[in-house]
T-cell receptor, first 112, second 115 residues
Framework: GNSVTQMEGPVTLSEEAFLTINCTYT??????LFWYVQYPGEGLQLLLK?????DKGSNKGFEATYRKETTSFHLEKGSVQVSDSAVYFC???????????FGTGTSLTVIP | DSGVTQTPKHLITATGQRVTLRCSPR?????VYWYQQSLDQGLQFLIQ???????AKGNILERFSAQQFPDLHSELNLSSLELGDSALYFC??????????????FGPGTRLTVT
């Protein structure tokens, strides 16, 4: 079946530190992959996406590369800011299924 | 602003009661999804509608039901409410039926508190 596994949090980093949030997936066919971000008190917002192998999604300094060989879509940012504090969700949209599959979310806190 | 609207923003009700949550999708989007987000269970997919028809079902209880109307807005009905139903309920919409590159756009959520 389809599923997404992402690293458990919470993650606490100092401002300007490097961020990696791991995400691996299981899927039939060739899914599209997404990272969503949820700021406190708000709904989820799309952060970036990749629709085929080796695609790199990027937005607001965040990047993730669709790696089919390792079934991974790790989120990275070179220098985090306090304003990046949020919960990050990895997700997949299978081409053969009818559901969006979300990971459990990783809470990130960035301290000045 | 995602373009998805949800009402009400907050709802407080008693056990055993029935409530209706409303969602209007982004203009042009035909799919509506409902999710429940609680602290202990994370984000749970409940149900999806596409152009008025049920498309996929997730972990939706029998006490819960939903529908999508001809104008594409959707309602989620929760009945015989229990304390454990207290959660954030999100609606999301997307352009296509399912699968592929269509991302979902989320509304701001309805916070339901059952006392």
């Amino acid at each position: 079946g389809n599923s997404v596994t992402q690293m458990e949090g919470p993650v606490t980093l100092s401002e300007e530190a490097f961020l990696t949030i791991n995400c691996t997936y299981t899927a039939t066919g060739y899914p599209s992959l997404f990272w969503y971000v949820q700021y406190p008190g708000e709904g989820l917002q799309l952060l970036l996406k990749a629709t085929k192998a080796d695609d790199k999604g990027s937005n607001k300094g965040f990047e993730a590369t669709y790696r089919k060989e390792t079934t991974s879509f790790h989120l990275e940012k070179g220098s985090v800011q306090v304003s990046d504090s949020a919960v990050y969700f990895c997700a997949l949209n299978s081409n053969t299924g009818n559901q969006f599959y979300f990971g459990t979310g990783t809470s990130l806190t960035v301290i000045p | 602003d995602s373009g998805v609207t949800q009402t009400p923003k907050h709802l407080i009700t008693a056990t055993g009661q029935r409530v209706t949550l409303r969602c209007s999708p982004r203009s042009g989007d035909l799919s509506v999804y409902w999710y429940q987000q609680s602290l202990d269970q994370g984000l749970q997919f409940l149900i999806q509608y596409y152009n008025g028809e049920e498309r996929a079902k997730g972990n939706i209880l029998e006490r819960f039901s939903a529908q999508q109307f001809p104008d594409l807005h959707s309602e989620l009905n929760l009945s015989s409410l229990e304390l454990g139903d207290s959660a954030l309920y999100f609606c999301a919409s997307s352009e296509g039926p399912s699968g592929g590159p269509y991302e979902q756009y989320f509304g701001p959520g309805t916070r339901l508190t059952v006392t």
